[in-house]
């Protein structure tokens, strides 16, 4: 979307610092599945619920369309897409590498203050998962890989594996209440933790491949439902 030209040439940077804002807190809802496949995406609705004007709104729903993370579903229409089960292999496979490659690398460098950070994401999770809070449990389960992504110290790398998240967010929340109820996520973090205080770069990466894979057996099961329906 053009940025409007105030009097004397000037770029109207409020606009556009409202429309980046916008951006980025749309993007991170989608990541942390805030919306649901399929949702309906108006500008009058982001506006409102952002506390914003239409045009940062536009210009944010314009931005995710072009990421991808937003779809047309008519011609005016804007939707959240619904991964397919080839969507989602595809997805998978590219997370398991990208991913898998930045546990490797972030697990020499670690703080002790990481680690307590670690453990109070995962405390978080665990309050959540008891209150069938999956909202918050989607929350923090992003907080608490990104802070290991994080620590690769790799910002390209991160940005890759953040527009995988961009696409599949919404989906995840198609893993409860199975994943709460089977506390497979849980299992993962807890030894990927055990595996970040040992600098065990090979057994960090096993435990989120172990993790990402438990998380697409899930959603490919769901896709498949969602495709008889």
């Known amino acids: 979307m053009a940025?409007?030209?105030?009097?004397?040439?000037?770029?109207?940077?409020?606009?556009?610092?409202?429309?980046?804002s916008a951006y980025q807190e749309m993007k991170e809802r989608l990541i942390r599945g805030v919306y649901k496949p399929g949702y309906k995406m108006t500008v009058r609705a982001v506006a409102e619920d952002l506390g914003i004007s239409s045009t940062p709104a536009r210009d944010a729903i314009n931005r995710l369309i072009s990421d991808g993370a937003l779809v047309y579903a008519g011609p005016k229409t804007v939707i959240v897409p619904v991964l397919n089960e080839s969507d989602l292999k595809e997805i998978t496979s590219i997370r398991i590498a990208l991913e898998g490659l930045a546990c490797e690398l972030a697990a020499q460098h670690g703080t002790e203050q990481d680690f307590e950070?670690?453990?109070?994401?995962?405390?978080?999770?665990?309050?959540a998962l008891d209150g069938k809070d999956y909202q918050r449990v989607l929350r923090h389960n992003k907080e608490f890989h990104f802070l290991i992504y994080r620590m690769a110290g790799l910002p390209h790398l991160?940005?890759?594996?953040?527009?995988?998240?961009?696409?599949?967010?919404?989906?995840?929340?198609?893993?409860?209440?199975?994943?709460?109820e089977e506390k497979y996520g849980v299992r993962n973090h807890e030894m990927a933790m055990e595996a970040l205080a040992e600098r065990d770069g090979a057994a960090l990466r096993a435990a989120f491949e172990s993790d990402i894979r438990d998380g697409y057996r899930s959603l490919r099961r769901a896709a498949r439902e969602n495709s008889l329906a």
């Open 158 to 180: 991160v940005s890759m594996i953040e527009g995988l998240w961009l696409r599949v967010g919404p989906s995840l929340y198609n893993l409860y209440p199975e994943f709460a």
């Open 3 to 20: 940025l409007e030209l105030r009097e004397g040439g000037g770029l109207d940077r409020q606009a556009a610092g409202l429309g980046d």
């Open 117 to 127: 950070t670690l453990r109070k994401f995962q405390k978080e999770i665990n309050v």
